[in-house]
């Protein structure tokens, strides 16, 4: 099977790393994180005018019309950089919310804005009982004659505080974890009964924590099947974590060629580090670990395609355990190996690690992905 990139896809992935570089640096990053909701509105327009923001849409839609792959181009990339901007909850998972299950009224109006970077999204998904399952939603809709009127409580909602409209996801019927009953719902933001209470995350993101009280929206508000939306929340989250496991791949990249550097510099005992034959097995193992989880996020960026909702779902799942086990490791041996220096905020490394931590729980960490490879009958 080939694995090896296109001319064009080569062409956008020496783009996009040319862009950041130049963007991105270490003290960049800390200005941005100072911005309101914790990032770069002219990198974001950058992005946009890039053609970035637009690139997994269908051209009649305003797009580019490309796939899973450039998508995993583009955020291994973001990840290398450590960029702070929303593609993931605006462009993958709104975007791809529209993509699928949006009708020809809602792509009019809200791709567009997505396109040209004038609008973010963010999705409200997450409750306190909930843990890692999308089925478990206890946030309630009611359908009146005018539309909807939604009542309940969103967690760790991320780029809740930016966000122009949230993704949220509503039970219109059924007890607390059916499979059905579920919808996804567009509400603005500043919707009257929307209150959001802001924080920044471990890795220097920024989140919130929404409460919908009574909120009215539209009927056009609904955005797929308006009694069984779950399948199509199922394909978006299950995209999001395959581009999730893409940028995690170049945050272990960026990690071990940083631990690999700072071994041929560091100096013990008047030599380099690096010439101590233990430390060159770790940094063997880290590089084994990195291939390992080079090569899953290559099979869930190939899955996403899968026709097949539960094969897509199980490997997915069994890159998100690779991902998990490989950013675990990399990021600890990359934080021992810098030594003292490795803890403080003024190190890059130990961003690289935070954020790798917090990419391991979104939609579902290790074990949680390992229960579900092991209960869909297949072997890891």
Same mark, same amino acid.
């Given at each position: 099977m080939e694995f090896n990139l296109s001319d064009e896809q080569r062409i956008l992935k020496e783009s996009v790393d040319g862009f950041l570089a130049a963007v991105y640096g270490f003290e960049q990053r800390h200005k941005y994180m100072k911005e309101k909701g914790g990032w770069s509105r002219a990198v974001w327009s950058r992005l946009a005018k890039q053609g970035l923001l637009g690139l997994p849409f269908l051209e009649i839609d305003g797009g580019f019309g490309a796939g899973p792959v450039e998508t995993s181009i583009v955020m291994e990339s973001l990840g290398r950089a450590l960029v702070l901007e929303p593609y993931l909850p605006t462009v993958v998972i709104a975007g791809g919310f529209l993509r699928h299950g949006g009708s020809a009224a809602q792509k009019a109006i809200h791709i567009p804005s997505i396109v040209d970077g004038s609008r973010t999204f963010a999705f409200a998904q997450l409750e306190k009982h909930s843990d890692y399952e999308l089925n478990d939603v206890t946030t309630a809709a009611e359908r009146t004659a005018d539309g909807w009127v939604i009542d309940g409580e969103k967690l760790i909602v991320m780029n809740g505080e930016n966000a122009d409209a949230l993704m949220v996801t509503a039970r219109t019927q059924g007890t607390r974890r059916d499979r059905t009953g579920i919808v996804l719902f567009l509400v603005p933001a500043t919707a009257k009964g929307v209150?959001?209470?802001?924080?920044?995350?471990?890795?220097?993101?920024?989140?919130?924590?929404?409460?919908?009280?009574?909120?009215?929206?539209?009927? #056009? &508000?609904? %955005? *797929?099947?308006?009694?069984?939306? $779950?399948?199509? !929340? /199922?394909?978006?989250?299950?995209? +999001?974590?395959?581009?999730?496991?893409?940028?995690?791949?170049?945050?272990?990249?960026?990690?071990?060629?940083?631990?690999?550097?700072?071994?041929?510099?560091?100096?013990?005992?008047?030599?380099?580090?690096?010439?101590?034959?233990?430390?060159?097995?770790?940094?063997?193992?880290?590089?084994?670990?990195?291939?390992?989880?080079?090569?899953?996020?290559?099979?869930?960026?190939?899955?996403?395609?899968?026709?097949?909702?539960?094969?897509?779902?199980?490997?997915?799942?069994?890159?998100?355990?690779?991902?998990?086990?490989?950013?675990?490791?990399?990021?600890?041996?990359?934080?021992?190996?810098?030594?003292?220096?490795?803890?403080?905020? #003024? &190190?890059? %490394? *130990?961003?690289?690690?935070?954020? $790798?931590?917090? !990419? /391991?729980?979104?939609?579902?960490? +290790?074990?949680?992905?390992?229960?579900?490879?092991?209960?869909?009958?297949?072997?890891?």
């Amino acid at each position: 099977m080939e694995f090896n990139l296109s001319d064009e896809q080569r062409i956008l992935k020496e783009s996009v790393d040319g862009f950041l570089a130049a963007v991105y640096g270490f003290e960049q990053r800390h200005k941005y994180m100072k911005e309101k909701g914790g990032w770069s509105r002219a990198v974001w327009s950058r992005l946009a005018k890039q053609g970035l923001l637009g690139l997994p849409f269908l051209e009649i839609d305003g797009g580019f019309g490309a796939g899973p792959v450039e998508t995993s181009i583009v955020m291994e990339s973001l990840g290398r950089a450590l960029v702070l901007e929303p593609y993931l909850p605006t462009v993958v998972i709104a975007g791809g919310f529209l993509r699928h299950g949006g009708s020809a009224a809602q792509k009019a109006i809200h791709i567009p804005s997505i396109v040209d970077g004038s609008r973010t999204f963010a999705f409200a998904q997450l409750e306190k009982h909930s843990d890692y399952e999308l089925n478990d939603v206890t946030t309630a809709a009611e359908r009146t004659a005018d539309g909807w009127v939604i009542d309940g409580e969103k967690l760790i909602v991320m780029n809740g505080e930016n966000a122009d409209a949230l993704m949220v996801t509503a039970r219109t019927q059924g007890t607390r974890r059916d499979r059905t009953g579920i919808v996804l719902f567009l509400v603005p933001a500043t919707a009257k009964g929307v209150s959001i209470k802001n924080y920044q995350t471990q890795d220097g993101l920024h989140a919130a924590d929404i409460v919908l009280s009574r909120v009215e929206i539209g009927p #056009e &508000a609904a %955005i *797929g099947d308006p009694l069984n939306g $779950l399948p199509l !929340i /199922e394909r978006v989250v299950d995209e +999001a974590r395959a581009a999730l496991c893409a940028e995690a791949v170049g945050l272990m990249d960026e990690s071990l060629k940083m631990t690999v550097e700072y071994l041929k510099t560091r100096k013990q005992f008047g030599v380099t580090i690096g010439s101590f034959q233990s430390l060159q097995h770790r940094a063997a193992d880290m590089l084994i670990a990195l291939e390992q989880a080079r090569s899953m996020s290559m099979f869930a960026t190939m899955a996403v395609s899968f026709d097949d909702p539960t094969e897509r779902a199980k490997s997915i799942a069994a890159a998100k355990v690779q991902i998990g086990r490989s950013g675990k490791f990399i990021g600890q041996q990359s934080i021992q190996l810098h030594g003292g220096i490795g803890m403080t905020m #003024e &190190a890059r %490394i *130990g961003h690289y690690f935070k954020r $790798l931590t917090m !990419i /391991e729980h979104a939609f579902g960490d +290790a074990n949680y992905h390992l229960r579900r490879v092991s209960e869909s009958g297949a072997l890891l």
